[in-house]
């Protein structure tokens, strides 16, 4: 998990690139959405018991 200090020292580099409010929202939106796209993919990933763009095992008997 990440630490206090971990968002501290996130939000100091970020604020060097940031010059105005609507910057502040946009990197938040951007940083809300790649949360979402992860935590749905790794429920997906959970769910069908395999990673993206890999198939599933095939279960052949010959």
């Known amino acids: 998990m990440t630490t206090q200090s971990d ?6 580099q970020m604020a060097g690139s940031m010059n ?5 929202k946009d990197f938040q939106k951007q940083l809300m959405q790649s949360f979402i796209d992860t935590a749905l993919g790794a429920e997906m990933e ?3 018991g395999y990673p993206k763009h ?4 095939s ?3 010959i």
Do not use: V
């Open 7 to 12: 968002i501290k020292k996130l939000a100091e």
């Open 46 to 48: 959970d769910h069908l």
């Open 20 to 24: 105005s409010f609507d910057d502040i």
């Open 59 to 61: 279960l052949l008997f």
């Open 54 to 57: 890999e198939k599933k095992a």
